[in-house]
């Protein structure tokens, strides 16, 4: 395997979706994983298949269509999560089961009301029990970041030896800072037998605000899978950032010379369909997606950066999707200028999906006075065909966390 690349798992779907005013319909899941698919995250979490009809169904429809990403289901440590997920996961081309279970002292004694060692039991069982359905099994122990760093090794340990190909450590509290987190990657490299045999992966809350800083400690620290959601949206105040680590590795590449899949102008496309789609959007000065992350307004900077936009900008605006031209299209805007702003946010139509296009930009413009970025993306996706991801992403973002 190469030791330098790092697999964005995103769980939009399942941890973005759990948090309030989040909620999506069915429809929208779909939509929004087939935006990921060309967005080019290597994993989907599509959602919690025992939690509701719905979110059984998800996982399932998302399974069946999405081919590029892995699909995973979350579980509880329990049969009946387990076997849910299984057959919710059944016609995938690949996936996964994520089975979560608790393992510090004040998750175990007040919300489970179990011992360490029914704990242990518990996530022997039931990594065995998944192994026996996919061959992708990850297992969280929740709460790590609050564990006994001795029991941590522990339950790790027993989850490596029942078959777990992917071990994930969750701040699920947004409790740690940056070296402690590094630090207990490094404890378990040191300490867990088999461990080089597994991936290793970082999840981290935003509570303090340190979510992607966090992980990237762990990334640095030997973690090559990434958990993280568009908007950075979860539980309380979030999860780490998919495009702020993004734009990061690529930006200082120097310092987190890693490789990805991730189509970095997909970036913001992505963000806008999530927005459309929950009904909000991220803040303003929200960090590589937010309507300022590009905008100048004081004189001396405005001035800088038309003499030389590297004097206050790391990156351009096109490198993460965002259309250089800012003018707001409306009914009096022809097929040029709309199928142009079609081409900065990445999508490349053939002269019947313009046509197509057209007709439904111009009923939109006639009901709405302007028509914005999201009601483009959101046009192509529920009234073309599914553009294939290869077709989406230039050579030049594939590969630019190499450049
Ligand atoms: O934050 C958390 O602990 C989780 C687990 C279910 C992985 O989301
Ligand atoms: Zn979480």
Known sequence: MDKDRVFFFDTTLRD????????????????????L????????EAGFAVASDGDFTSVEQIARVVRGPRIASLARAKSE??????RALEHAGRSRIHIFLASSDIHLEYKLKISREQALEQADQSVRLARSYVDDVEFSPEDATRTDPDFLCKIVQVAVDAGATVINLPDTVGYTVPLEYAELFRMLIERVRDIDKVMLSCHCHNDLGMGVA?????????????????????????????????????????????????ALNQLYPTSQLLSEIIGFKPSPNKAVVGSNA?????????????????????????LVGVPANRMVLGKHSGRHALGHRLEELGFTLDVHEMEVAYSRFIEVADRKK???????????????????AAEQRSASTIASSQA
């Open 16 to 35: 973005g979706e759990q948090s309030p005013g989040c909620s999506m319909y069915m429809a929208e899941k779909l939509r929004m994983a087939r935006q």
């Open 37 to 44: 698919e060309i967005l080019g995250v290597d994993v989907i």
């Open 81 to 86: 999560d387990i076997i849910t997920a299984a």
């Open 214 to 262: 966090n992980s990237l400690a762990a990334i640095e620290a030997g973690a090559r899978q990434v958990e993280c959601t568009i908007n950075g949206i979860g539980e309380r105040a979030g999860n780490s950032a998919l495009e702020e680590i993004a734009a990061a590795m690529h930006v200082r590449h120097d310092r987190l010379p890693y490789r990805h899949a991730l």
């Open 294 to 318: 590009f905008s100048h307004e004081a004189g001396i900077h405005q001035h800088g950066v038309l003499s030389n936009p590297l004097c206050y900008e790391i990156m351009t605006p096109a």
């Open 370 to 388: 302007s028509v914005y970025d999201q009601d483009l993306i959101a046009i192509v996706h529920m009234h073309l065909r599914q553009v294939p």
